[in-house]
């Protein structure tokens, strides 16, 4: 077993659950996840956006954002706001939107 502690303030994650009415939603809004956010990610060093879609419920999907600097969770909710809420907002999914500081990593 591997046990990786951080550096307080060094590493911050947004993980995003959204559930949507029907999978063909879910898929289209993945794709415009993977077409928009390649423009932007730029904008945060070293950012990491891992997309995840439910095995159980393939209608569900998370975002889970990997960041180095607790301005850029701030800046992160700017650009979302700016080119994903108002697609998102077409599709009306469930949201759960998490923003926290990782502590540590256990891997086996």
Same mark, same amino acid.
């Given at each position: 077993?591997?046990?990786?502690?951080?550096?307080?303030?060094?590493?911050?994650?947004?993980?995003?659950?959204?559930?949507?009415?029907?999978?063909?939603?879910?898929?289209?809004?993945?794709?415009?996840? @993977?077409?928009?956010?390649?423009?932007?990610?730029?904008?945060?060093?070293?950012?990491?956006? *891992?997309?995840?879609?439910? #095995? /159980?419920?393939?209608?569900?999907?998370?975002?889970?954002?990997?960041?180095?600097?607790?301005?850029?969770?701030?800046?992160?909710?700017?650009?979302?706001?700016?080119?994903? @809420?108002?697609?998102?907002?077409?599709?009306?999914?469930?949201?759960?939107?998490?923003?926290? *500081?990782?502590?540590?990593? #256990? /891997?086996?």
């Amino acid at each position: 077993m591997n046990w990786k502690e951080f550096q307080p303030k060094t590493r911050y994650r947004k993980t995003i659950t959204n559930t949507f009415l029907s999978e063909q939603d879910c898929d289209m809004f993945i794709m415009v996840l @993977k077409q928009q956010w390649p423009s932007y990610i730029s904008e945060l060093p070293q950012a990491k956006l *891992e997309i995840t879609k439910s #095995i /159980e419920k393939p209608n569900t999907m998370q975002a889970i954002w990997t960041l180095k600097d607790a301005t850029h969770l701030r800046k992160l909710n700017a650009l979302g706001q700016k080119i994903i @809420k108002p697609y998102r907002d077409k599709l009306s999914p469930k949201v759960l939107d998490v923003d926290s *500081e990782s502590l540590c990593i #256990i /891997e086996g």
